[in-house]
C-alpha cells in the first residue's frame, strides 16, 4: 500500500512535470522540421506564462488569457520567422535574440501592469479535473489540469498534422530540401513562417500551463531552463513526435522522482538528486542521438537564387 | 571681401548666441540688509545666555541602491522598499539600478555611480559580487557603501547585513511543531547556502522545542527562482506525509492550501497568497538599517560594521508576521507559548541559536 501511493504520487507529478516539456517540445517540432531552430522557445515560454497570466486577471477569464498566450506566442514566432526566414538572419543569434526580447517585454509589461508588489499577484487557477472520486486510490493520477489531457492529445495531433496532411508534408519538403520545394512551387519564406507562428503558439502554451493552471501566480525566472530542456528533448525524440512524449515523461519522471527522494531522507548529497534528470537526458541523448537524424535543412537559411 | 565680412558676422553671431546659452542663469542678487542698529540702551545687567541647539533641516543624503537581481526579487525587494520608505519619507534621495547580474558589471556600475552621482551612501546585495565592491570601496573612501553580504565589514568603508530572521523561523516552528497531526513537517528551500540553512535549521529548532517527536523534511530545488519545481517539491512531502510546510520559496504555499494544510511565508507576510492556510511569516523589515545607516552617515560617524543586530527582532528588523485571524484555528496554549518566546527574545532573555551547516533533515 505505501508502494500503491508512492508510485501513484510519482506517475501524478510525472505528468505534471511534463505538460509545459510536451508543449514546449511540440512547438521547437514544427519550428526544426520546417528547417528553423528557434532558440527562442525559452523567452518564448516566458511570454506566454506572463501574457496568459497577465490577460486572465485583467479579463477575469482563463480561457481569454490562454487565448492570449497563443496570440502573444505566435507574434514571437512570427518575429523569428521575420528575422531568420525572411533576412536570413544567423538562427543561433536570432532565436537567442528573441529569448532576451520576449523576456525583457515581459518583465517590463509585469511591472506596468502590476507594479512593484513584494508578493506576486495571484488568480484562481484552473482547477484538476475530478474524473474519479477524490478519495479514490488512482485519483491523483486521473485527476490532472485539463491541458495535460490537450497537451497528450495535441501529440496525435501534431503527428497527424506532420505525418499526413499535405501541410504537414510542406513543412517537411522544406526543412530536408527548400531548393526543390520552392522548385516544386511551394512558397519557403510562407511555409516556414507558419511553422514559426503555430511553433510560437505552443511553447507559449506551455508557458501559460505554469501560470495559468499550476500555479495561479507569475513570478520572473518561472520557466527555469524548461525551454532548454525541450531543445534536448527534440535530439532525444529524433524529430519525431510520438518519441517528444515519451522524452517528457522520462525527464518529468526523474525530476518527480529525485523530489520524492530527497524528502525520503536518504543519506546522500543532494546535489545527486537534482542532477539526476540532467545525467538521464545526457544518457538518453548519448543513445539516442546516435541515430539522429536532424532535419537537412535545419540551420540554413533559405535564399532564393 | 565682400563674403569674408559676411562670414566674421556670421561666426561672431554664432559665437554671441553660444555664449549666451553657455551663460549660467541669472543669479537672483541677494538684498543686502542695511541695518540701522541705534544702541539706544546699555545693557548693564548681565544676561543670561541659553544656547539652544536648533539643528537646520537634515541634509539629504544621496544613495543609490545596486542590485544584481530585478527589485521583484523578494530580498533584495526588502531593501528597496526600505529605500523607498526613506524617500518617500524626505530623509533621502534614492535612485537604483537592478538586475546587474553576476558577470562583472557590478564593479562598473558602482564605478560610474561613485564618479558621476558621487552619492553619501550606496546600499545592494554583494553575494556573487562580493569582491567587485570591495574594490570599488577602497578607490571612493568618502563614500559608505552597506551590502548584504555573506561576508564580514571591510574598513574603512563596507558595512555589512543580511537577513537574519532565524528568531521570527524558531517561532513558526514552534506553531508548525504544536499544529501538526502526523508529527511530520517539510521546508522547501532554494539552496543550503548560510542565509538558507540557518532559517531552516532555527525552524527545525524551534518545531523539536515545541513537540520533540516532530520529523522535518528538507528539500532543496537547487534555485533561487522555481515556483513549480518548488510546489512539485511540496506536494511530494506532503504524499509524504507532512501536514504543516514551511515555504522559504514561492510556490509551497499553494501546494498546501490545495490540500488544505496550513503553512509558513517566509521574507514578506504571504498571508494573501492563501489567507485561510498561511499562519503567519518570518519579515524581513530594513528599515531599522537603513535609519541607522542615514542617521551615521548625515552625522559623520559611518564605520565598516556588521548591522545584523538592526536586522533581528529586537530592533524591530524582523518579525513574525500578523495571523490574519488564523489564531482562532490554532489551540490557545500554543499561542500562548509562542507569544511568551517572542516576548523573551525581544527583551533579550532568549537567544535562537545560530546554526548555518546544511540541515540534513531530522528524519
Known amino acids: 500500500m505505501e508502494l500503491t501511493l508512492f508510485l501513484v504520487g510519482?506517475?501524478?507529478?510525472?505528468?505534471?512535470?511534463?505538460?509545459?516539456?510536451?508543449?514546449?517540445?511540440?512547438?521547437?517540432?514544427?519550428?526544426?522540421?520546417?528547417?528553423?531552430?528557434?532558440?527562442?522557445?525559452?523567452?518564448?515560454?516566458?511570454?506566454?506564462?506572463?501574457?496568459?497570466?497577465?490577460?486572465?486577471?485583467?479579463?477575469?477569464?482563463?480561457?481569454?488569457?490562454?487565448?492570449?498566450?497563443?496570440?502573444?506566442?505566435?507574434?514571437?514566432?512570427?518575429?523569428?520567422?521575420?528575422?531568420?526566414?525572411?533576412?536570413?538572419?544567423?538562427?543561433?543569434?536570432?532565436g537567442l535574440g528573441i529569448t532576451l526580447l520576449a523576456t525583457g517585454i515581459s518583465l517590463y509589461s509585469f511591472r506596468v501592469i502590476f507594479g512593484e508588489s513584494k508578493i506576486p499577484p495571484s488568480i484562481e487557477p484552473f482547477p484538476m479535473l475530478p474524473i474519479l472520486p477524490e478519495l479514490h486510490v488512482l485519483a491523483p493520477i486521473t485527476n490532472q489540469y485539463l491541458l495535460t489531457y490537450i497537451g497528450i492529445a495535441m501529440i496525435a495531433v501534431v503527428w497527424w498534422v506532420i505525418g499526413k496532411t499535405r501541410f504537414g508534408l510542406q513543412i517537411r519538403a522544406v526543412g530536408e530540401n527548400p531548393e526543390a520545394a520552392d522548385a516544386a512551387g511551394l512558397n519557403v519564406y510562407a511555409i516556414r513562417t507558419r511553422a514559426l507562428v503555430i511553433g510560437g503558439a505552443l511553447m507559449a502554451v506551455g508557458g501559460a500551463f505554469l501560470t495559468l493552471a499550476q500555479l495561479g501566480s507569475f513570478t520572473f525566472g518561472i520557466i527555469a531552463g524548461r525551454g532548454w530542456v525541450c531543445i534536448a528533448l527534440i535530439i532525444f525524440a529524433n524529430w519525431?513526435?510520438?518519441?517528444?512524449?515519451?522524452?517528457?515523461?522520462?525527464?518529468?519522471?526523474?525530476?518527480?522522482?529525485?523530489?520524492?527522494?530527497?524528502?525520503?531522507?536518504?543519506?546522500?548529497?543532494?546535489?545527486?538528486?537534482?542532477?539526476?534528470?540532467?545525467v538521464v537526458t545526457i544518457i538518453a541523448l548519448t543513445l539516442a542521438g546516435r541515430n539522429a537524424s536532424a532535419p537537412s535543412a535545419l540551420l540554413k537559411a533559405y535564399r532564393r537564387e | 571681401m565682400k563674403k569674408n565680412v559676411y562670414r566674421l558676422m556670421t561666426v561672431l553671431i554664432l559665437v554671441t548666441i553660444a555664449l549666451a546659452a553657455c551663460a549660467p542663469a541669472v543669479a537672483p542678487v541677494p538684498e543686502t540688509v542695511v541695518e540701522k542698529v541705534e544702541i539706544t540702551k546699555l545693557v548693564e545687567s548681565q544676561v543670561e545666555v541659553v544656547v539652544t541647539a536648533t539643528p537646520g533641516p537634515e541634509k539629504i543624503?544621496?544613495?543609490?541602491?545596486?542590485?544584481?537581481?530585478?527589485?521583484?526579487?523578494?530580498?533584495?525587494?526588502?531593501?528597496?522598499?526600505?529605500l523607498n520608505k526613506a524617500?518617500?519619507?524626505?530623509?533621502?534621495?534614492?535612485?537604483?539600478?537592478?538586475?546587474?547580474?553576476?558577470?562583472?558589471?557590478?564593479?562598473?556600475?558602482?564605478?560610474?555611480?561613485?564618479?558621476?552621482?558621487?552619492?553619501?551612501l550606496i546600499l545592494g546585495d554583494a553575494f556573487g559580487n562580493e569582491e567587485a565592491v570591495r574594490r570599488v570601496a577602497k578607490d571612493f573612501p568618502e563614500v559608505a557603501f552597506a551590502f548584504g553580504s555573506g561576508s564580514g565589514p571591510t574598513e574603512p568603508n563596507v558595512a555589512v547585513f543580511d537577513n537574519w530572521i532565524h528568531e521570527p523561523a524558531y517561532l513558526m516552528g514552534m506553531l508548525a511543531g504544536g499544529l501538526t497531526k502526523t508529527n511530520k513537517l517539510g521546508v522547501v528551500g532554494a539552496m543550503p547556502v548560510p542565509e538558507v540553512n540557518r532559517l531552516t535549521n532555527a525552524f527545525i529548532a524551534g518545531a523539536k522545542a515545541q513537540n520533540p517527536d516532530v520529523v522535518v523534511m528538507v528539500s532543496f530545488i537547487n534555485s533561487w527562482f522555481d515556483p513549480a519545481a518548488a510546489k512539485e517539491a511540496a506536494i511530494a512531502m506532503i504524499d509524504n506525509g507532512a501536514d504543516v510546510l514551511y515555504a522559504e520559496r514561492?510556490?509551497?504555499?499553494?501546494?498546501?492550501?490545495?490540500?488544505?494544510?496550513?503553512?509558513?511565508?517566509?521574507?514578506?507576510?504571504?498571508?494573501?497568497?492563501?489567507?485561510?492556510?498561511?499562519?503567519?511569516?518570518?519579515?524581513?523589515?530594513?528599515?531599522?538599517?537603513v535609519d541607522y545607516l542615514i542617521n551615521q552617515v548625515s552625522a559623520g560617524t559611518f564605520t565598516a560594521q556588521d548591522l545584523k543586530d538592526f536586522s533581528m527582532m529586537g530592533k524591530g528588523g524582523a518579525s513574525?508576521?500578523?495571523?490574519?485571524?488564523?489564531?482562532?484555528?490554532?489551540?490557545?496554549?500554543?499561542?500562548?507559548a509562542v507569544k511568551a518566546r517572542e516576548a523573551e527574545i525581544m527583551s533579550g532573555m532568549f537567544r535562537v541559536d545560530v546554526s548555518e551547516s546544511q540541515p540534513a533533515g531530522s528524519n
Open chain 1, 10 to 94: 510519482l506517475i501524478a507529478a510525472t505528468l505534471r512535470v511534463a505538460t509545459p516539456l510536451i508543449f514546449g517540445t511540440l512547438g521547437e517540432l514544427f519550428s526544426e522540421r520546417s528547417g528553423v531552430l528557434n532558440l527562442g522557445i525559452e523567452g518564448i515560454m516566458f511570454l506566454g506564462a506572463f501574457t496568459g497570466f497577465a490577460v486572465a486577471a485583467k479579463t477575469g477569464s482563463l480561457w481569454i488569457g490562454l487565448l492570449g498566450a497563443i496570440v502573444a506566442g505566435g507574434l514571437a514566432g512570427m518575429l523569428m520567422a521575420l528575422l531568420s526566414v525572411r533576412l536570413g538572419v544567423n538562427q543561433h543569434v536570432s
Open chain 1, 240 to 278: 519525431q513526435s510520438v518519441n517528444v512524449l515519451f522524452g517528457a515523461l522520462i525527464f518529468g519522471g526523474v525530476q518527480a522522482l529525485q523530489l520524492r527522494l530527497q524528502t525520503l531522507g536518504f543519506k546522500l548529497p543532494y546535489e545527486l538528486f537534482l542532477s539526476l534528470p540532467y
Open chain 2, 61 to 82: 543624503l544621496k544613495v543609490f541602491g545596486a542590485f544584481a537581481t530585478p527589485i521583484e526579487e523578494p530580498w533584495d525587494g526588502v531593501i528597496h522598499a526600505a
Open chain 2, 87 to 120: 524617500q518617500a519619507d524626505g530623509r533621502i534621495e534614492y535612485t537604483y539600478q537592478e538586475a546587474i547580474g553576476y558577470s562583472g558589471d557590478m564593479e562598473r556600475v558602482l564605478r560610474e555611480v561613485c564618479e558621476q552621482q558621487k552619492p553619501d
Open chain 2, 250 to 289: 514561492f510556490g509551497v504555499i499553494e501546494a498546501a492550501a490545495e490540500k488544505g494544510l496550513f503553512s509558513f511565508g517566509n521574507m514578506s507576510d504571504q498571508n494573501e497568497l492563501a489567507p485561510d492556510f498561511v499562519v503567519s511569516s518570518a519579515v524581513w523589515n530594513m528599515d531599522p538599517t
Open chain 2, 320 to 336: 513574525l508576521a500578523s495571523f490574519h485571524g488564523t489564531e482562532a484555528k490554532l489551540p490557545a496554549d500554543l499561542v500562548a
